[in-house]
C-alpha cells in the first residue's frame, strides 16, 4: 500500500511540474506577444498619422475635406474590423495546460484499465 501510495504521489509531483512549467512558457510567451504588439502599434501609428499628414499637405489647396472624410471612414473600418477579430479570438478556447490534460488522461486509462 506504500508502495502504490509513493507511486501515486511521485506522478502527482510530475504532473504538477509539467503544469508549472506549461504555465511559465505561457507567461514568457504572452509578455514576448504583448511586447512585440505594442512596439508594432506604436511604429503602425506613428506611420499612419505620417502617412495622413502627408496626404492632407498634398491635397491641402483642392481636396482637404475629401481626403479627411476618407481618412476618417478608413479608420473607423479598421477598427470596427478589430473589433470584430477581436471578439473571435477570445471566442476560441485556449489549448493553456493541453499537455498536462493529456498526461493525465493517459494515467487515468492506465490505472483504470488495471
Do not use: C, P
Not at 495622413?52 to 474590423?81: P, S
Not at 493541453?98 to 484499465?113: F, I, W
Request: hydrophobic residues 60%; charged residues 20%.
Amino acid at each position: 500500500m506504500r508502495g502504490l501510495a509513493a507511486t501515486a504521489v511521485a506522478v502527482l509531483r510530475t504532473r504538477l511540474e509539467l503544469l508549472s512549467n506549461e504555465l511559465e512558457e505561457e507567461q514568457l510567451r504572452f509578455a514576448h506577444l504583448l511586447l512585440y504588439a505594442v512596439l508594432a502599434l506604436s511604429f503602425l501609428g506613428l506611420g499612419v498619422v505620417t502617412l495622413t499628414l502627408f496626404v492632407m499637405l498634398l491635397f491641402w489647396e483642392t481636396h482637404r475635406l475629401v481626403v479627411v472624410g476618407l481618412f476618417a471612414v478608413l479608420y473607423i473600418a479598421a477598427g470596427i474590423v478589430a473589433v470584430l477579430l477581436l471578439r473571435a479570438r477570445t471566442a476560441a478556447r485556449s489549448r493553456l495546460f493541453a499537455a498536462s490534460l493529456a498526461e493525465l488522461q493517459k494515467d487515468h486509462e492506465q490505472l483504470t484499465s488495471r
